[in-house]
């Protein structure tokens, strides 16, 4: 199978919240990198990390709009899209949408690191409390 096609196929799981899916697709020892450099290692820390951020953003998609590959590396440029449910109900005010990328290493069928491009600002800008308007 093309690198390409497993990382499509792990952004499929992304867009549907399939954690089982996404850990299916992801070597024993996994290692996710987030916007600020940090790392995370380990298909079950992984597992647990993806369900909860499936829990607290709601909808989270990611729209590819090209990709990129050389041999194991495939990169993705699109959008990614969301919104914050904290621990309420999803509210309009609390949805997101940032262009961004995504680098995926892949060995053998499964995906080994997984790195994230984003400007974090207009995500956490989403999760701030707002006041709420006086009755």
């Known amino acids: 199978m093309r690198a390409?096609?497993?990382v499509l196929r792990f952004v499929d799981a992304i867009n549907r919240?399939?954690?089982d899916r996404l850990a299916a697709l992801m070597t024993d020892d996994h290692v996710f990198v987030d916007s600020d450099g940090t790392r995370t290692a380990?298909?079950?820390v992984m597992r647990e990390g993806w369900a909860g951020y499936f829990?607290?953003?709601?909808?989270?998609?990611?729209?590819v709009a090209e990709t990129y590959?050389?041999?194991a590396t495939v990169v993705v440029v699109g959008t990614a899209s969301g919104t914050y449910v904290g621990g309420g109900?999803?509210?309009p005010e609390n949805r997101w949408s940032v262009p961004a990328a995504w680098r995926g290493v892949v060995k053998g069928d499964r995906v080994a690191e997984w790195q994230v491009f984003v400007n974090p600002e207009p995500i956490r800008a989403a999760?701030?409390?707002r006041a709420t308007p006086e009755a």
């Open 4 to 6: 390409e096609d497993v």
């Open 55 to 63: 829990a607290m953003m709601a909808d989270y998609r990611i729209a």
């Open 42 to 44: 380990g298909r079950d």
């Open 89 to 91: 109900p999803p509210r």
């Open 69 to 71: 590959s050389s041999g």
């Open 17 to 19: 919240a399939d954690v």
């Open 127 to 129: 999760m701030r409390p």
